[in-house]
């Protein structure tokens, strides 16, 4: 018995010592297998794989997967240890550079949207605001050539409308009382004498009336009240101003009884049956302004109705707090003055000016601030970025002077998109020209130093060593 249980021990203890050999064993082998499979190779060991084979396409480059720009004569590895990949002969779209293919299935995707460019005749609508303001070509001060005292004053406040012919005072004058005096003699020595058998005294008598009539023309009386003072034979002793033609009183600066000095101003009477509208416009829009356009005008308490006027005067200035351009515009006014003085109006100019030439949209211009591009849609899937000389803004729209033509279709939505990757694209054909030094496989291509930073050459023998900088005050180094 002691000999079996002896013999079982010898034998567990066997069986026991070859699984561990085994398990050691697979574990040694599946870490050889691990660093054997996963071990780098050395640039050294990198052979570059047949370039053409029959049947298949030319390597154009190599290029990293991460950074398009990090492009490569040779296969290798890129800036961050990664595989280069080959870009094949067809990939590059053909065409100036620039030019770019996109597969049709992501052109849809991206939502890329094409117009044709088209000829047309342009036109501008110039919206602004404007200021009602008074016709100054029909404003006219009231005054008197004679001195004298108000004694009736029938337009007694501002903002009166009056009539033409309506009487607007009363004034007491020494030196009209005179005249009429002296009028209506020479009137009677004129009838006394105009039987006399001697000529030169009937001449004498008539000038000697012509020029006391002259005197109250002079003085602006009118024909009928000199007529008046004809047939009835004798003075007045006050005279009626009456208003020149229909208006609107602005200004009175007489009272009724006071004195009143030759040459002053007792109305301001002006006529509103026209307006004018100061428009202001912005210096962009000053090509498309000219005398004579067509303009409308709204008023936000008159929804619905418009006015229409023309551009009859363009200040030959600009407003220096605002910086625009005034227009001066001429509306007629309805009967009851509905367009009132210092009314603030919404004024829509239509140009006169016609300008036929291509259109393109805005949305397909690029502005880059220095250059305006458009992106032209080519066959095949191909878009071609092409820089404009665009002339004045027609709406939504611009006038091309160079660089399209009637019938080309540009890319009106996603263009962006389109143009990064051709900005790419161009960008790596510049880098392709031989014009240097190619990179070699597996390293990047080296880069020009920056000017103003150059390093000086480190002694012999200090190579692999840094440059010790002197120590800082106040610190030692252990």
Known sequence: MPQDVQRKRITASNIKIVAVTIVLTLLAAGVAGYFLGFRKPSPHEVKAPQTAKTGEKKILYWRSPMDPTEIYQKPGKDKMGMDLVPVYEGEQAAGPPGTVRIDPVTVQ???????????????????????????EEKTRNISLKIGGWVEHQYVNFVGKEVSKGERLLEIYSPDLVSTQEEYLLALRYKNRLKESPRPEVVEGAESLLRSAEARLRYWDITEGQIEALRERGTITRSMVLHAPFRGIITERNVLEGGYVQPGQNLYTIVD?????????????????????????MTLSYQPGVT???????????????????????????????????????NVTLRSAVAREGVAVPIQAVIRTGTHDIALIALEGGRFEPRELRLGPQAGNEFQVLEGLKEGERVVTSAQFLINSESN??????????????????????????VPGMEMPEQPPGAKGRSRQSPPMPGMKMP
């Open 272 to 296: 509103i049956s026209t307006v004018w509208v100061y428009a202001d416009i912005y210096e962009y829009e000053a090509p498309w302004l000219r005398p004579g356009q067509e303009a409308e």
């Open 109 to 135: 995707n991206m939502g890329v949207k094409t117009v044709i460019v088209q000829r047309k005749q342009l036109s501008r609508e110039i919206r602004t605001v404007g200021r009602i303001t008074y016709n």
């Open 424 to 449: 790419l694209q161009a960008a790596i054909s510049k880098m392709l020209a031989p014009k240097g030094e190619e990179g070699k496989a597996g390293q990047p291509p080296q880069k020009a130093p």
């Open 307 to 345: 006015y229409r006027g023309k551009v009859v005067y363009i200040y030959p200035y600009l407003k220096n707090m605002t910086r625009t351009l005034q227009a001066r515009i001429v509306f007629p006014n309805s009967k009851d003055f509905k367009l009132k003085p210092d009314m603030w109006a």
